[in-house]
């Protein structure tokens, strides 16, 4: 049980330093909720880009939840998860952007769902539109 807590751990920390670094790289590409351009953009045509990931809790995250649902309040080792999860969407969504020579997505929403009964686990999507700057 202990050695699983610790693998657990080690590469959930290891996953959000990833995520870091991911992010740092990317910074150069404006992601806005909101579906009109900013102000000096100018757009010859828009793609939809998307990232998805499915990830699961742990067992340890599992049963540090199911003691939290006995007294109540925030489960915080799946709000990590969930956290780490919409990272992770969102970054995929980004590289997308970049790869098509995007530096401005638009109009971003994340969606999410439930998956499987057996073990807490949750599908996140993020997805927008993707502009490709004009030519000037």
């Known amino acids: ?13 290891r996953h959000l330093a990833e995520l870091d670094q ?3 790289a990317t910074t150069s590409i404006m992601v806005i909720d ?21 990830i699961a809790a742990d067992y340890f995250k599992t049963l540090a939840a199911s003691l939290r649902t006995i007294v109540g309040g925030e489960v915080k080792a799946y709000q990590t998860m969930l956290t780490r999860a919409r990272r992770e969407a969102k970054l995929r969504m980004v ?12 109009n ?3 969606e999410w769902s439930a998956v499987g009964p ?3 686990s949750a599908e996140i999507f993020c997805y927008g539109t993707a502009i490709i700057p004009a030519l000037v």
Do not use: C, D, N, Y
């Open 22 to 24: 991911r992010e740092a």
């Open 34 to 54: 909101v579906k009109t351009l900013p102000p000096g953009f100018e757009a010859t045509t828009g793609t939809l880009v998307m990232g998805e990931v499915v």
């Open 95 to 106: 590289e997308q952007a970049r790869a098509h020579g995007s530096e401005l997505v638009v």
């Open 1 to 13: 049980l202990v050695l699983g807590f610790l693998v657990g751990r080690i590469l959930e920390g």
């Open 108 to 110: 971003v929403r994340f």
């Open 118 to 120: 057996q073990l807490p």
